[in-house]
């Protein structure tokens, strides 16, 4: 089309109507000296013709996409809602809180690291990098509060180490996309929950709270997901699915944390509400991202 319009439009006047016929498919440009004869004055209505066929085919060539949404994430003071949560009366003692907490942040650092080795991508390994060293950090915060109080780091967390490493084993995706997002899910959650217990706990239970404030890096695996998902309705789909399942695993996790006789005897009513708020920062996530909770 284009190669009809710069050809045919340097000829003469009369070349240069028909060249535009050419363009917009009106029918073939004669050769040069043929056509129609124009009366006085056509000149000028070539001249009126000519913007209402060309223009529209110049405004279509250059007109702009439109703009990709942009997704945020929610700023890492807001806690959401979970911290609202009363959980003294489900609150286990204090050095089964301790143990759990420090675990945790020891089992986002090793599923993390195994995330570097398996990225071929040099900026992603330094996005990670730095999401699994704010997880360490965090795990050596914990584990010094634990020694601080004149306790064995190592005998507070081996009694969960079981259940815990066969909880991570279930969020191993199939592909490393869907194991990240499991990191970013989880960890949220277990977060929140803890950050929540951490109430019942006075001064120690403040340190923890501090702690798991903590910038966690997690905004570079958001990045990193919003950059799979955008434009690609497979991958959306598959890593919603995939979030929704971590769900049932990872509130196990939170009930198995609380005083089991305490938990059996309350009603569930009341049980449902320790858990409605957490799903609903989970859900903020969960929208930030673009994902369907």
Known sequence: MFRCLSGDLRRSPISRIHAVSCATGAGPAPTAGTGPAYPSGWRGQEETRRPSIVNPVVNWFWKRRTPRRTLTLRTRGDQGTATRVDF???????NRFLGQAAYLQLGYFETLTRLIRATPELSEKEALSRAAGAALTKHRAI???IAERGDDPTQLM???RENLDAF???TIGARPRE???AVYITAGMLDDFYFALASSYGETGERVAAILSEDDARHEIVAIIQETIDGDGEWRSLLSMWARRLVGDT???CRSALRQPE???MSEDRVELVYTELMGAHARRMDAMGLAS
């Open 88 to 94: 003294a009366e489900l609150a286990p003692e204090l």
């Open 143 to 145: 584990v010094d509060v």
């Open 158 to 160: 081996l009694p969960f």
């Open 168 to 170: 991570r084993r279930k």
């Open 179 to 181: 194991t990240l997002l």
């Open 251 to 253: 509130i196990l996790v």
């Open 263 to 265: 938990l059996a005897a």
